[in-house]
């Protein structure tokens, strides 16, 4: 599996990933994989998470909550 090593991410930002996480049930660094992967599937990469959450991810694909 690669190795993804993010830094300088807002405290905002991180702490509506943790939030997305506990919602789901999902230990945070798999919640997160799965936010990145499938922006890289999009073809976007982490861009279009930004882009098409203004900048905060609100929720990950199919997050139902």
Do not use: C
Not at 11 to 29: E, S, T
């Amino acid at each position: 599996m690669n190795q993804v090593t993010i830094s300088n991410v807002d405290d905002h930002i991180v702490r509506g990933l943790k939030q997305i996480a506990w919602r789901r049930g999902v230990p945070f660094d798999e919640s997160l994989r799965r936010l990145l992967s499938d922006a890289v599937e999009q073809g976007g990469g982490a861009a279009s998470v930004r882009a098409s959450t203004g900048g905060i991810p609100q929720a990950l694909p199919n997050d139902t909550d």
